[in-house]
């Protein structure tokens, strides 16, 4: 593979974060799995060591360290270490930066702190029973009272679902006149009339609480709208291209420890009185994976590159999910093959990876969604590839 640049600091932080992993996370992970859902000491250990959240500037509680490259180092390492059911980037990036973008002054002093020491800890909540793809479909609404907006409907499928203590939740504002106006409430654990589902059993990522949530007439106070609760959509858009980034750096990681277990497998297991590397099959078919691995590599860097000058867009990001998450299911599926009958056995990592694999292609953003976006692109321009979340 082509080198790849980190600077010291990153390299640093890569052993240190490591370590923390081999200490606090690896040994509670069958535990976790066991339970459906990671204890939530471990978001407590990873603020204390400043590994949860270090965006947020020092006045928040952070280390004001706002370079992706860090938490790239972490999503590829909790990858690296079969710890990817302790999603921790989830709290840190993917639903963080909504308060550190659309939050008041009030808002922010209110609930950062506490979520970079992790006693707090974050989900989002957009797609329901009825609206994935299509999320301008949601029937969730929040109307304005006055003094305060009454939130009713149901979400689904959502990750932190059991552990989160504050959610984003997105629902519609004036759904009568303006069925386009959402907006994202802050929505916290002992609200009256919120309450959540069992956790859902999943084909994979088995560690991860995924969970239903329902909102019966509750009273969401206006000191916890996020910015202007017409902007939901828009807002929504606008953290896409990082959250897609997040997803493709996730999957190449992944694909990449998945293709070192089964090159180490073939290497050791004997059959015919070679090793199964000698087949001239086996070295065929992880050569082609080795070589896309490594160009996906190069790509997925430069888009981290473009994010930190504000240069990623929506499409290029949307390629990026696109085809590593279509890698990861080959490499897991081909890593399988090549392990026989052990790799259809839990106890084998390669087992876990080809179902954790599997939702890669499904969420944030389906696979034929990143598809439409890139074509819109081809076909529109830029500019309207921004509205994936509402394609028609
Ligand atoms: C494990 C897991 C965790 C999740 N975590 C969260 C979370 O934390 N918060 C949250 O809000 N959501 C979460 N989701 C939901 C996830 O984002 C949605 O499942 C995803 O966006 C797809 O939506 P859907 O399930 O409604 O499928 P649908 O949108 O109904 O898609 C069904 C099929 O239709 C295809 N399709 C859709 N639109 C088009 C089109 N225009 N043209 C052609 N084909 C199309 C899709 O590609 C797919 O193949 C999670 C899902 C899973 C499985």
């Known amino acids: 593979m082509l080198k790849r640049e980190f600077t010291e600091d990153q390299t640093l932080f890569r052993d240190a974060y490591r370590k923390f992993l081999q200490q606090e996370i690896t040994p509670h992970m069958e535990q976790w799995r066991e339970q459906g859902i990671v204890g939530r000491e471990a978001f407590l250990k990873a603020g204390a060591q400043g590994f ?5 500037e020092e006045e928040y509680g952070g280390l004001g360290e706002d370079d992706f490259r860090f938490e790239q180092i972490i999503i590829e390492e909790n990858q690296y270490a079969l710890t990817a059911d302790w999603n921790c980037t989830l709290h840190s990036r993917l639903v963080g930066p909504y308060l550190k973008r659309f939050a008041s002054e009030e808002q922010k002093q209110r609930l950062l702190p506490k979520c970079v020491t992790g006693e707090t800890i974050l989900g989002i909540a957009m797609t329901e029973p009825d609206a994935g793809s299509d999320l301008a479909g949601m ?34 504002t004036d759904p009568e006149n303006n069925p386009r106006y959402i907006g994202l409430f802050i929505v916290e654990r002992n609200f009256e009339g919120f309450s959540r589902g069992a956790m859902l059993k999943k084909m994979g990522q088995k560690g991860q609480d995924t969970a239903e949530l329902f909102f019966q007439n ?32 996730e999957c190449l990681a992944a694909a990449q420890k998945a293709f ?4 180490d497998f073939t290497k ?8 199964l590397g000698n087949f001239q099959n086996t070295q065929f078919k992880l050569s082609d994976l080795r070589a896309e691995l490594d160009m996906q590599q190069v790509y997925v860097d430069q888009c981290v590159k473009a994010l930190a000058s504000d240069a990623l867009t929506a499409v290029d990001a949307a390629k990026a999910k ?19 009958g052990a790799g259809y056995m839990d106890e084998y990592p390669i087992c876990r990876m080809y179902t954790d694999a599997r939702v890669t292609r499904i969420y944030a953003g389906t696979s034929e969604v990143m598809k439409l976006i890139v074509g819109r692109d081809l076909y529109q321009g830029d ?10």
């Open 139 to 172: 029937r969730a609404t929040a109307i304005d009272q006055g003094d305060h907006y009454l939130l009713n409907g149901n979400k689904t499928y959502i990750s932190n679902g059991i552990n989160a203590d504050v959610l984003i939740v997105a629902a519609k």
């Open 52 to 56: 949860l959240m270090i965006w947020p």
């Open 322 to 340: 696109l085809l590593t998450s279509e890698l990861l299911c080959r490499v897991v599926d081909e890593g399988v093959q090549l392990h026989g």
């Open 260 to 263: 070192d277990i089964t090159l």
């Open 268 to 275: 050791e297991r004997k059959l015919f009185k070679k090793t």
């Open 218 to 249: 509750v009273k969401v106070p206006k000191a916890n709208v996020l910015g202007d609760p017409s902007k939901g959509l828009p807002y929504l858009m606008e953290g896409l291209a990082e959250e897609r980034l997040i997803a493709a750096v």
């Open 383 to 392: 500019a309207v590839a921004f509205i994936d979340r509402d394609l028609a």
